[in-house]
């Protein structure tokens, strides 16, 4: 799901990659649960592993 800034979902979107579509097995519509995973922000202990081998990953609060 791919978030615009905003506090509705409404304007959210599914990642292009994710699996969507009826299944061969049973003709299910998916996805069936969706879940963030992509460009999510979030806060990070300093100097952490994380952070120092993702420095370059680092956004600035607002």
Do not use: C, E, F
């Not at 049973?26 to 420095?55: E, F, Q």
Request: charged share 20%; net charge positive; aromatic share 4%.
């Amino acid at each position: 799901m791919k978030t615009m800034n905003t506090v509705t979902r409404t304007d959210d979107q599914i990642a292009s990659y994710s699996s969507k579509g009826p299944t061969a097995y049973d003709h299910v519509v998916k996805p069936d649960i969706l879940a963030p995973g992509n460009l999510i922000r979030s806060t990070i202990s300093p100097g952490s592993t994380l952070a120092n081998r993702y420095a370059g990953s680092k956004v600035s609060g607002r």
